[in-house]
């Protein structure tokens, strides 16, 4: 099994930056992709980045140019940095994880709670 736990969400104000942290422990397979999803309320949940154990990302177009994905394989964590959050940023953020060859994710965190004032 696999324990993904999150941290870092808060209240920000547009505009601003935060980080959210992923700390990964148990078994832990690789090569894997981890990620972050987000739902908003009465939204579809969305994917909003992806890395490789090897540092290949992808992002959501709605998050490409203020995020930033990184992990530190060493240390099992995942990070999102977000800048110039929106309103619309507004969410719960999922840390994920699946193997390389898996086509979903297997893994979830319980979530942080990110709000974004105007």
């Known amino acids: 099994q696999v324990q993904l736990v999150e941290s870092g969400g808060g209240l920000v104000q547009a505009g601003g930056s935060l980080t959210l942290s992923c700390a990964a422990s148990g078994s832990i397979f690789r090569p894997n992709v981890m990620g972050w999803y987000r739902q908003a309320p009465g939204k579809q949940r969305e994917l909003v980045a992806t890395i490789t154990s090897g540092g290949n990302t992808y992002y959501a177009d709605s998050v490409k140019g203020r995020a930033t994905c990184s992990r530190d394989n060493a240390k099992n964590m995942l990070y999102l940095q977000m800048n110039s959050l929106k309103p619309e940023d507004t969410a719960v953020y999922y840390c994920?994880?699946?193997?390389?060859?898996?086509?979903?994710?297997?893994?979830w965190g319980q979530g942080t709670q990110v709000t974004v004032s105007s």
């Open positions: 994920v994880l699946r193997g390389t060859y898996a086509t979903a994710f297997d893994y």
